[in-house]
């Protein structure tokens, strides 16, 4: 729950957030999530693509190539007991599921819709961060947390 920095070379993880619009009288019009991402490689590596996948509620809402594992500098938040060999930072992505469909960036990923994710059926949201295992691009995957 308090971990600055996860990576790993397949495999997922999963948070769990409240599903508070099951107590509001308005729709849901949009799920929104941003998370600093990058590849991950023994060292690091800025030419190290990697399939990274989401779902929410075990829809898989698509996926986005992270081009690399970076090390090139010290990330802006970085503490300084890491050492200098190790993953420094990612790239901020932006994904948005709507009734248009599913987006990295404002680029559609998929055809996946808000209605698809069941959000009215579950008390909670759960999303997925991931490598599939018959992803193109098997490069694991670092997320950056708070602090880091």
């Known amino acids: 729950m308090k ?9 997922h993880v999963e948070y769990k957030f409240p ?3 099951l107590y509001k009288d308005k729709p849901i019009k949009k799920i929104e999530l941003s998370a600093e991402l990058s590849s991950e490689t023994p060292g690091t590596n800025k030419n190290w693509l990697s399939d990274i996948t989401v ?15 970076f090390g090139d500098r010290r990330g802006k938040l970085t503490p300084p007991w890491w050492k200098l060999e190790g993953s420094q930072y990612g790239l901020l992505k932006h994904r ?7 987006f990295v960036d404002r680029v559609r990923v998929s055809d996946v819709l ?12 759960r999303v997925r961060i991931g490598i599939k295992e018959d ?14």
């Open 19 to 21: 599903n508070n619009s």
């Open 3 to 11: 971990a600055g920095l996860l990576w790993f070379e397949k495999g």
């Open 114 to 125: 808000l209605k698809d994710l069941s959000l009215l059926a579950h008390h909670s949201v």
């Open 96 to 102: 948005i599921v709507t009734e248009e469909g599913s």
């Open 55 to 69: 779902w929410i509620n075990d829809v898989e809402i698509g996926f986005w190539t992270s081009p690399g594992d």
């Open 135 to 148: 992803a193109e691009h098997l490069g694991g995957l670092n997320i950056f947390g708070r602090g880091w």
